[in-house]
């Protein structure tokens, strides 16, 4: 039976986006061996064409070589930049790439990562599948999203406030745990763009999850058993430990493992961890061997 939690993301998935948007994302499943595509980011609200794109596309499985997945595996995803052509128009695109049963797990909290689950706790458009149980396993996966955040919101936030206040709460603490250098007010400008969606899911999230709840007036006041607030805190103190060297360690994979990678990564670097980082010829030839380097000055510059 498809839950209320369910039935809500279903209906978010579903969302209208332009043509253009769908024919990249059949492109882009070609080229990567996608079996499925997520189209999230500012221009899914903006629909500003002109911009970058920003895509996830879901495998059956891990590519490369066997040495690339075995050192690089489990710093996913990979990360790559398209330009293609549709009608008059060029359409660029940022691709993240992994495989679909790394993204349910990611999705469901066991691992150490929080990107997953947070990003698509915020609304996000499946563009194309290849099959019904492709469609079907991404729902599920973003549902889950919704409950993993829904889970670490109610340890994270107020003993009671307003929705709002518990995905701050999250928002704040995940992008100090994810290394990322945000303008401050940076999770306010993302739940106003649609505050009653995350009204919504709040509760919803909770009940999925079991966790019980008073509703006082505009206020929600969460109940966590003692054993499930000591295990939701260790758990989310173990990603505080583990998220910045994660976190530095997949950008400075994902800056050297692409065409372009050092000038786009070193840039990209930059602006999530305020590190500037020169661009050297040496670098621009030999990325992948300047890599170690850049990530030794990344820590000690930025005090990790």
């Excluded at 332009?18 to 882009?28: G, K």
């Excluded at 066991?110 to 499946?126: E, G, H, K, Y």
């Excluded at 061997?289 to 000055?297: D, E, I, N, S, T």
């Amino acid at each position: 039976m498809t839950s209320a939690l369910q039935s809500l993301v279903a209906q978010e998935l579903s969302v209208a986006v332009p043509q253009e948007i769908r024919s990249v994302a059949r492109v882009l499943a070609e080229r990567l061996g996608g079996v499925a595509v997520l189209f999230y980011g500012s221009v899914l609200r903006t629909g500003a064409l002109g911009d970058i794109l920003d895509f996830y596309v879901l495998t059956p499985r891990a590519r490369g070589s066997l040495l690339r997945r075995a050192v690089l595996g489990s710093l996913w995803p990979d990360v790559s930049y398209h330009e293609i052509r549709v009608g008059e128009r060029t359409i660029r695109a940022k691709v993240a790439t992994m495989p679909l049963s790394t993204f349910e797990r990611a999705a469901t909290g066991v691992l150490l990562d929080t990107t997953i689950w947070i990003r698509f706790a915020q609304p996000s458009a499946l563009v194309w599948s290849h099959s019904p149980a492709d469609q079907h396993r991404t729902l599920s996966a973003v549902a889950e999203a919704v409950k993993t955040a829904g889970r670490f919101a109610a340890v994270l936030g107020p003993r009671h406030g307003r929705a709002e206040d518990f995905w701050k709460a999250l928002l704040r603490e995940t992008y100090r745990v994810e290394f990322r250098v945000e303008p401050p007010g940076r999770e306010t400008q993302i739940l106003g763009h649609a505050p009653e969606r995350y009204d919504r899911l709040l509760p919803l999230a909770w009940q999925e999850s079991g966790i019980a709840f008073d509703i006082r007036g505009a206020s929600l006041v969460p109940s966590l058993g003692f054993g499930e607030c000591r295990r939701l805190v260790q758990a989310w103190l173990t990603r505080a430990a583990a998220g910045k060297p994660l976190n530095v360690a997949r950008l400075v994979k994902a800056a050297f493992t692409f065409d372009g990678a050092a000038r786009y990564g070193l840039w990209k670097i930059e602006r999530h961890t305020g590190v500037r980082v020169a661009l050297t010829p040496w670098r621009e030839r030999h990325p992948l061997l300047a890599a170690p380097g850049v990530l030794w000055r990344v820590f000690h510059v930025g005090g990790g």
